[in-house]
Antibody, heavy 121, light 107 residues
Framework: EVQLVESGGGLVQPGGSLRLSCAAS????????MSWVRQAPGKGLEWVTN????????YYVDSVKGRFTISRDNAKNSLYLQMNSLRAEDTAVYYC??????????????WGQGTLVTVSS | DIQMTQSPSTLSASVGDRVTITCRAS??????LAWYQQKPGKAPKLLIS???SLESGVPSRFSGSGSGTEFTLTISSLQPDDFATYYC?????????FGQGTRLEIK
């Protein structure tokens, strides 16, 4: 059974940092691209970033470029999101998700339960 | 980026009703469209990929159709478990985008 379990969320002041983790199990983690998707309170879904199987390619939504860094450790079956210079508008539930890639793009076939990040003074 | 627009934003219906949710893309996306269901406090769940391909374990009362710029998600006979928010997502490009969601509520 595929499982994705996020951790590391919490309350942080504007300008602060936080590191999210996602522990994967039930599939060959090193064979899949992985994404982070966020959802602000009461709002819709926003893709944030993803990473290639060997971490050689990483992509970000414009609003987090230069502030967030995605990484992975295939030996530990883990995905990470380092978030720096946090802003109030980064407040959201952050989901870890598995990419299912096709010729045109990708969709997200498994999601974790999410971890809440609140940026507030 | 490709914009995805869902309608309606909220839909009130009763158990047993047939309901349809529409998703429109700002440019043609062939059939590169997925649908997700999200219940309050839970993660999204993939229902349909490639516009009409039902994921394993998803009840057959769910169906998807469409191509190009207009797509629909239909639930043939609403069950109590189906009241949730539904999102479409295009994957015609590697810059994926979601619709704003359709909340399906009990009438």
């Amino acid at each position: 059974e595929v499982q994705l379990v996020e951790s590391g969320g919490g309350l942080v002041q504007p300008g602060g940092s936080l590191r999210l983790s996602c522990a994967a199990s039930g599939f060959t983690f090193s064979s899949y691209w992985m994404s982070w998707v966020r959802q602000a309170p009461g709002k819709g879904l926003e893709w944030v970033t993803n990473i290639k199987v060997d971490a050689s390619e990483k992509y970000y939504v414009d609003s987090v470029k230069g502030r967030f860094t995605i990484s992975r450790d295939n030996a530990k079956n883990s995905l990470y999101l380092q978030m720096n210079s946090l802003r109030a508008e980064d407040t959201a539930v952050y989901y870890c998700a598995r990419d299912l890639r096709v010729s045109s793009g990708y969709y997200l076939d498994y999601w974790g339960q999410g971890t809440l990040v609140t940026v507030s003074s | 980026d490709i914009q995805m627009t869902q309608s309606p934003s909220t839909l009130s219906a009763s158990v047993g009703d047939r309901v349809t949710i529409t998703c429109r893309a700002s440019q043609t996306i062939s059939t590169w469209l997925a649908w997700y269901q999200q219940k309050p406090g839970k993660a999204p769940k993939l229902l349909i990929s490639k516009a009409s391909s039902l994921e394993s374990g998803v009840p057959s009362r769910f169906s998807g159709s469409g191509s190009g710029t207009e797509f629909t998600l239909t639930i043939s006979s609403l069950q109590p478990d189906d009241f949730a928010t539904y999102y479409c997502q295009q994957y015609n490009s590697y810059s994926i985008t979601f619709g704003q969601g359709t909340r399906l509520e009990i009438k």
